[in-house]
């Protein structure tokens, strides 16, 4: 599947799936793609260590039919970053992504993520370091602040330094990290969104790209969002309810409406159920659980999913389970109350 860039006047950071750990996957953004042409996919987070001491391949390895794609990264030294970057070139990454957002305490041992927001020099010696090293886009994902500070200032102040190191395009989640007290599901849900930042972050810096995420759930929030920033980024929503990804290239890239139906995506992954499996051995439940948003709100999706996710059918093939799944399936103009 050819790499189809948005169409100019569009950013291609103007829609975007968030990265997630545990979810977005290659064979979430497989998925994904099914859904979307011109959406900005991410992976996981991939730390430098991980690309340092373990299998590249089973960090990098992703699908030619998932382009645009971007790789993200977690670390702080800048001599590895650029090392990860040339790696994430190398194997076909169109972007490169530094994580300046994540709170767990696991990423702060390894002193990044959010905490790196108190060290602007730091990322921006991380990301010259990537733009000396490759020719992609280089990008940096962060918070409105860390803790308890909420001054305007402090996030300004962050984007400017790393500004002048190269960046152009910044991602923002628009709450706070909290480096203490809060886990990171609560990171997600408690620091109070504040929207105003991001919006204000493109008014003082208009030749950047700025994008805001967090909280984010309908097309028209995107929509209204675009009034003022260049991009959005969806990522919870995205992942539990992604039939509405369906509606974007259309309602956000200009594209015709899209023909897809839910069983014409459902067979598409059984056959990558059995391509993957043919390819090394992946079983076809590591790929369903991503899927099981697939029908949110149509009747008989209760027992689809139950199904999908039965441990028992696991020695079945996949398309003896999709038989299975589709039996409880009703027409799907037949919906209920999402």
């Keep these: 599947m050819e790499k189809i860039p948005p169409t100019p006047p569009f950013s291609p950071w103007r829609l975007s799936v968030a990265p997630m750990m545990d979810w ?6 497989f998925l ?16 430098t260590g991980a690309l340092m001491h373990g299998s590249v391949q089973r960090h990098l390895r ?27 070139e190398q ?23 959010a905490c790196l927001m108190a060290e602007p020099h730091t990322v921006a010696d991380g ?6 090293a490759v020719s992609l886009p280089v990008t940096v994902k962060h918070r409105i602040g860390i803790d308890k500070t909420e001054s ?22 628009a709450r706070n990290a909290w480096l203490q007290g809060l886990s990171p599901k609560e990171n997600r849900e408690v620091p109070p969104l504040r929207y105003g930042l991001a919006h204000r972050l493109k008014r003082d810096f208009p030749r950047l790209t700025i994008a805001v995420n967090g909280g984010i759930t309908t097309n028209e929030q995107i929509a209204e969002h675009l009034q003022h920033v260049d991009g959005v980024m969806l990522g919870r929503e995205a992942y539990h309810h992604p039939w509405l990804l369906t509606r974007w290239d259309e309602a956000f890239f200009g594209a015709p409406p899209s023909a897809l139906d839910r069983d014409a995506v459902e067979d598409e ?14 079983p076809w439940y590591a790929i369903a659980r991503h899927m099981l948003g697939l029908r949110h709100g149509l009747r008989g999706a209760r027992k689809w999913r139950q199904v999908w996710s039965d441990h028992r059918l696991k020695p079945l093939p996949p398309r003896e389970v999709w038989r299975l799944a589709r039996a409880h399936v009703s027409d799907e103009t037949e919906t209920l109350a999402a």
Aim: glycine fraction near 8%.
């Design 269 to 282: 992954m059984v056959r990558y159920m059995e391509r993957a499996h043919a390819e090394d051995g992946c």
């Design 152 to 173: 305007y200032d402090f996030v300004r102040d962050f984007v400017g330094t790393v500004a002048e190191a190269g960046c152009e395009v910044f991602i923002v989640h």
């Design 127 to 132: 990301v010259k370091a990537m733009r000396d």
């Design 62 to 88: 992703f699908n030619a039919e998932e382009h645009p794609v971007a790789l993200q990264l977690g670390g702080s030294e800048a001599d590895e970053l650029a090392q990860a970057a040339r790696l994430g």
């Design 32 to 47: 994904h793609r099914l859904l979307t042409k011109r959406t900005l996919l991410y992976t996981e987070m991939v730390t």
């Design 24 to 29: 977005t996957d290659r064979h979430c953004r």
């Design 91 to 113: 194997w076909g990454y169109d972007e490169i992504n530094l994580n300046c957002g994540c709170p767990s305490e696991r990423v702060q041992r390894g002193a990044f993520g």
